[in-house]
């Protein structure tokens, strides 16, 4: 029996992946830490509530003491990093919680495992940190090229800043002190939880109810989407398979640009509208969705393209994507419309404050 400590799990990818874990290996304890920002929502774990072996402790990644009751009291094997400030916008209009825990509070997570782990000068063989990150400490790609695990990092906004300085520091704990780390840099996700800020999550929702799909500059900026479940599997191998000290790409050969993805929620939601009286009358809306794109101010900064070459993680490790992104889409679209109740909460709180702040800037 490995004993895991997710952080972070509570929001979209870490619930994802604690949901993952726990299907594709009964055997191990899971114990997540999370603060419970804005973006955690523990009704995505309520599925594992009467689980003997699942803990959920909320708290932040950068209390010191807690970290320590957690390492002795769980005597923790391994730790995998999600907990983190991971809207870009919001970063631009206030970068300190980025700082506190993307850089701080991943700091924290190192020195606890360090003093747990190192007691004897070396980690015993099945200790692993695995620090989940970004493809956005690479900066901005032109036309053409691709992200390698060799590209230096040029972060271009606060959050991708902090999320290159984390995985500094990580690093860091590898060279100087053998802590056994592995860092994973992922492109976008998209699928079920993920919170509506994000683009997708956002498009579909909006569409649904008829609202305005404000897309930034001209649409053309290129991402490169993985479905969330295939990101599980690309952390669960490289937990099993990695190398420590090593780090891995991670994406779906998937480029996007922005314009287009947002037409094709568009399609997809009218066309499920004409085949389901019971849809179309929830959300009623005449014409095609499409006629609800606005082109809004432009993010400040905004990286054109991202694509990711995730050969190695292919080639060392035999992972690679399983969802064609025409299946995952549709999913999505289909589990946003399957769990309004789950985005009606969402949407009626402090989110709709941001929202406001964001486009009165
Ligand atoms: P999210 O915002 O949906 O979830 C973040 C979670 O961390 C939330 O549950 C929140 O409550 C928790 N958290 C925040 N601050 C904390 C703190 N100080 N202590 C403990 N918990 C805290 O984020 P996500 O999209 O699921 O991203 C998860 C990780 O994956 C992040 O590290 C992000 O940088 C990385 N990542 C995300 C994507 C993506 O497309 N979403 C792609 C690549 C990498
Ligand atoms: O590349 C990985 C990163 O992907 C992760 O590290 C981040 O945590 C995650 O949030 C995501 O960052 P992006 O900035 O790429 O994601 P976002 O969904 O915010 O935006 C995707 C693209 O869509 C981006 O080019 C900006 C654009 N956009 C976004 C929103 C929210 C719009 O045009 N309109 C919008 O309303």
Redesign the pocket.
Known sequence: MRRILITGGAGFIGSNFVLHMRSAHPEDRIIVLDKLTYAGNLDNLKSLSNDPNYRFIRGDIGDFNLLEDIFTGEDIDIVVNFAAE????RSILGPKAFIETNILGTFALLEAARKSWLKDGKAPEDKKFLHVS???VYGSLGETGFFVETTPYSPNSP?AAS?ASSDHLVRAYHHTYGLPVLTTN???NYGPFQFP????P?MIINALKGKPL???GD?K?V?DWLYVGDHCTAIDTVLSKGRPGETYNVGGRNEWK?IDIVSLVCDIIDEKAAGDKKLAGSYPFNGKRKSLIEFVKD?PG?DRR?AIDCGRIERELGWSPKFTFEKGIRDTVEWYINNRPWWEGIISGEYLEYYKLQYSR
């Open positions: 991971s809207h870009v916008d970004t493809d956005e959050y999320k992922c492109s976008n800020e994000k683009l997708i956002l404000p897309v930034y649409g900026n991402r922005n993010r905004h991202y």
